[in-house]
T-cell receptor, first 116, second 115 residues
Framework: DSGVTQTPKHLITATGQRVTLRCSPR?????VYWYQQSLDQGLQFLIQ???????AKGNILERFSAQQFPDLHSELNLSSLELGDSALYFC???????????????FGPGTRLLVL | DQQVKQNSPSLSVQEGRISILNCDYT??????FLWYKKYPAEGPTFLIS?????DKNEDGRFTVFLNKSAKHLSLHIVPSQPGDSAVYFC??????????????FGKGTKLSVKP
């Protein structure tokens, strides 16, 4: 158990809908990262938040957005869903902003999203 | 354009033997490399890491080697055990000057250790 929790575990929805994925980082961790793993892709970085502020952006679609709340949990909002958005979405957390040193990212169990 | 490549989708080894998983990268700005292990229905689990200023890091049965000139790293597992059967991801982090920490992952290598 990494200490990172994600809800829900599974999500089935229809095209055009909007969903929210939730992540709680490990106790004391200030950074939250979101990654997407599609069937034929490795883990793709989407976005990073550090202590409530956006820190880095990766291949995140405009239909997707995220935020980190004062209690440090994070939500990833996916809207106008398409079939191709079906994937595993992982959240990870680290103690600091991710720079230098040996700052390890710890991953949650993921949310499996299926868009029909 | 894939910056981190794991060219072997799968690897099968006998229990007790050495497993060698390989990873190549293209971006010389990467300053930190990590290996994660992933079991089905679970998130990736951190295994071992290496800074770009080192060429070897060892932790129990796991050793990671880094060859910067060849832009290549490898993970050695000795001796391999059936419980090591999982998908192994190589990941790299680029030094953006201290403000970002996102990882770039390879597509993974599925290791099967046969009893």
């Amino acid at each position: 158990d990494s200490g990172v929790t994600q809800t829900p575990k599974h999500l089935i929805t229809a095209t055009g809908q909007r969903v929210t994925l939730r992540c709680s980082p490990r106790s004391g961790d200030l950074s939250v990262y979101w990654y997407q793993q599609s069937l034929d892709q490795g883990l793709q970085f989407l976005i990073q938040y550090y202590n409530g502020e956006e820190r880095a952006k990766g291949n995140i679609l405009e239909r997707f957005s995220a935020q980190q709340f004062p209690d440090l949990h994070s939500e990833l909002n996916l809207s106008s869903l398409e079939l191709g958005d079906s994937a595993l979405y992982f959240c990870a957390s680290s103690a600091g902003p991710g720079r230098g040193g040996q700052e390890t990212q710890y991953f949650g169990p993921g949310t499996r999203l299926l868009v029909l | 354009d894939q910056q981190v490549k794991q060219n072997s989708p799968s690897l099968s080894v006998q229990e007790g033997r050495i497993s060698i998983l390989n990873c190549d990268y293209t971006n010389s700005m990467f300053d930190y490399f990590l290996w994660y292990k992933k079991y089905p229905a679970e998130g990736p689990t951190f295994l071992i890491s290496i800074s770009s200023i080192k060429d070897k890091n060892e932790d129990g049965r796991f050793t990671v080697f880094l060859n910067k000139s060849a832009k290549h790293l490898s993970l050695h597992i000795v001796p391999s055990q059936p419980g090591d059967s999982a998908v192994y991801f190589c990941a790299a982090r680029r030094d953006y000057g201290g403000s970002q920490g996102n990882l770039i992952f390879g597509k993974g290598t599925k290791l099967s250790v046969k009893p």
